[in-house]
């Protein structure tokens, strides 16, 4: 930025620049007497309020946004704010509520994942060593046992709950299909398909079909005889006065008949 001087005389006019002005606006001032001709730059007075600029870079570091105080806290249940005792829910709880008042500071949102993290490892360890300790007292529970109980349980299995489910709803369809033709006639008929059913089950599992007859007449018998039992001491109050003997011992039988080609092996 320039000032310029111009120095009049009758002919001839001289122009002088100087740094020293940083205005572009001018005035101008006569001397009379020498004939020279000064542009100086307009004064302003310091009174004026002028507003200061910012850049985007002289903002502090992620602005005004909170700081999460308690980012240098060791124990990451104390850093959430919960208790030691608190359950999984409380800790999402408070993990969200967390990031959603401290959004946008990076730092913050890093410290709370951080013991949000630790505290669902420190759970999952837990439920592991819970199950772990579990299937050991099971298995001391079983060597414990007397000898017939071991032997028992040698028969036993635990198929997958598909085919639990799968067996329970064919032997459930022949008990309401019993139900809903006692008035026509007895149950032979279902009672027959459910003990084939039964034998084809076990012999899928057993590969034997004469394992699979012996323990197929067995559960049945074994229904048959339990259910002629109990049947008669169950109070008439509580019984459809359409259910027949019958009827009612052929439901227990289906019990038994699932339990049998699920569970046996």
Not at 164 to 174: G, H, N, Q, S, V
């Amino acid at each position: 930025m320039v000032c310029s001087l111009f120095l009049s005389n009758s002919s001839t006019a001289t122009t002088i620049s100087s740094p020293l002005v940083f205005s572009h606006k001018l005035c101008q001032r006569e001397n009379p007497k020498k004939g020279i001709y000064l542009y100086t730059p307009i004064s302003r007075s310091p009174r004026i309020g002028l507003t200061s600029i910012k850049c985007a870079v002289d903002a502090p570091y992620e602005g005004n946004i909170p700081k999460f105080p308690r980012m240098n806290v060791w124990d990451p249940y104390k850093r959430l704010g919960i208790s030691p005792y608190a359950s999984e829910e409380e800790i999402w709880s408070s993990r969200n509520f967390l990031l959603q008042q401290y959004a946008g500071n990076e730092t913050s949102e890093e410290s709370i994942e951080a013991a949000f993290e630790k505290l669902l490892m420190t759970s999952y360890r837990e439920r592991k060593k819970t199950k772990i300790n579990l299937k050991t007292r099971l298995k001391k529970k079983v060597e414990e046992s007397p000898p017939w109980v071991k032997n028992l349980l040698n028969f036993v299995e635990l198929p997958p709950v598909e085919v639990i489910f799968r067996r329970l709803f064919l032997f459930a369809f022949m008990g309401g299909w019993s139900i809903m033709n006692s008035a026509e006639g007895g149950p032979a008929f279902q009672v027959a398909v459910s003990l084939a059913a039964c034998i084809y089950f076990l012999n899928e599992k057993t590969k034997s079909l004469g394992r699979a007859f012996i323990i197929g007449l067995g559960a049945l018998a074994a229904g048959w005889v339990c259910g002629s039992i109990c049947v008669p001491i169950i109070p008439t109050v509580i019984i459809p006065p359409t259910w027949t003997l019958e009827l009612m011992t052929s439901l227990v039988s289906y019990i038994f008949l699932f339990l049998g080609c699920t569970f046996l092996k």
